[in-house]
């Protein structure tokens, strides 16, 4: 659940500052580079005071000292130790000018944002993990090759990438099984980027380089959110319904074997897999990746528990009141005479929370009967041992089910020593060549 839907778990780690309303036009623009460096070294100096002074109006409204200190300290915490900062950039709009800082952490790269007003003041101030680098273009070569491929029709489609293989020099009527990637919750791209990863990307190629087909497509959060926009939306239309629209068109491509196209869901994406076999009807099999077994709400819940302490060992004032709220928020969610529309957990309607509730993946598993790979690494922080044995007390004595735990492997399958944290995600890594060799065996057996 690495995802906007779960930011305060997975993303908790980029701490935002709202952006204040920008300054009307002057006739001398300040030195925002200046001002913004100036801003920085206050915090680095703990003169929080004397930071605020810095701010316009709203902005010193919106976030008062104290709020500042909390957001600044917690960063060594959860990002390592502080070490340096890179220039700056500047972008001008009306009446603001943004400048973006580099932040060097020894467990993460960061930016700093901060806009400054024509008057000089400071009216928005962010910070959050560095973007990821572009994705490298496929090797010249490589024994595949990408081409876009969109998802449903019309406006209302979503792009995406098919790897494909060239094919290994056999009849040209040979045809190769396919995989569709599923995301996990929030606005995912078909990269599936998490801080400075793209697991979807090295699974992709990973597996197209085996002789596998592989599918990913940006999530319609991502690609299209106007479409949740004043009506009710369920998870299906968030997850389900174009998993199922990508089975199906996969299944109608030149060179993919009809009868041998499998999901692949992540996280969230696998906690819906099971669902999406059953609506399509055409899936032959299951890959489960960091998939819940338990309800998401009381996961979400647990989580935010478990991250309270990684940092420091212990649960502010702050973060207990926040879980106190989460706990209160679930509990409304549930409660039946709750307006569907009210807006609780991370600010998304009852009826969407519901619509998750509901699900219940061990149990559409095993009414799918499909072959399933289960994939578990020991490190994970999100979906955690519990999960893995819910999984595992199900389908243990289940011949078509297989299941892979790997030691060193987090929530995103990457490889990685000691206690997990949300700041390896900043990271740079790749997902693990024995899972995507494991995965390319499995789908090859079936």
Known sequence: MANERLKALAFAFAMLLPLAALAQDGAKRPDAA??????????????????EAMFGADMATAVPVEKLRAVWESLPAQAGEARGRGEPALESKTGTQLATIP?????????????????????????????????PA?????????????VGDGERALPGTLAMPYGDGQAPEK???????????????????????????????????????????????KARPQDFVGHDFSVDDETTNDAVLAVDALRKTPGIDPARVFVLGHSQGGMMAPRIAAVSSHVAGLVLLAAPSRPLLDIVIEQNRRLAVLDDGKTSDDERDAINKLVE???????PSTDPATKTVLEQPVGYWRSVDAVDPVKEAEADALPMLVLQGARDIQVVDADWQGWKAAFHDDPKVTFKLYDKLNHL??????????????????????LIDDTAAWIKAH
């Open 329 to 335: 928020q679930v509990r409304v969610t549930r409660d």
């Open 175 to 221: 045809l190769v099984p396919a995989v569709v990637l599923v995301h996990g919750s929030g606005p995912q791209d078909r990269d599936e980027t998490i801080g400075a990863n793209k697991p979807f990307l090295d699974i992709a190629r990973g597996l197209a380089a085996q002789g596998i087909a592989v599918l990913r497509y940006e999530k319609r959060t």
């Open 413 to 434: 399958g990457i490889a990685g020593e000691g206690e997990g944290s949300l700041a390896e995600y900043m990271k740079p890594g790749h997902v693990d060549t024995q």
């Open 34 to 51: 200046a001002t913004a460096q100036q801003l920085l070294a206050h915090m680095d100096a703990g003169e929080y005071a004397q930071a």
């Open 138 to 150: 496929v090797a010249a070569d490589a024994n595949f090759h990408e081409t876009d491929f969109a």
């Open 103 to 135: 932040l060097h952490y020894a467990k993460a790269e960061l930016v700093a944002k901060v806009a400054v007003a024509d008057d000089g003041r400071v009216v928005g101030f962010m910070i959050q993990p560095a973007p990821p680098p572009p994705a």
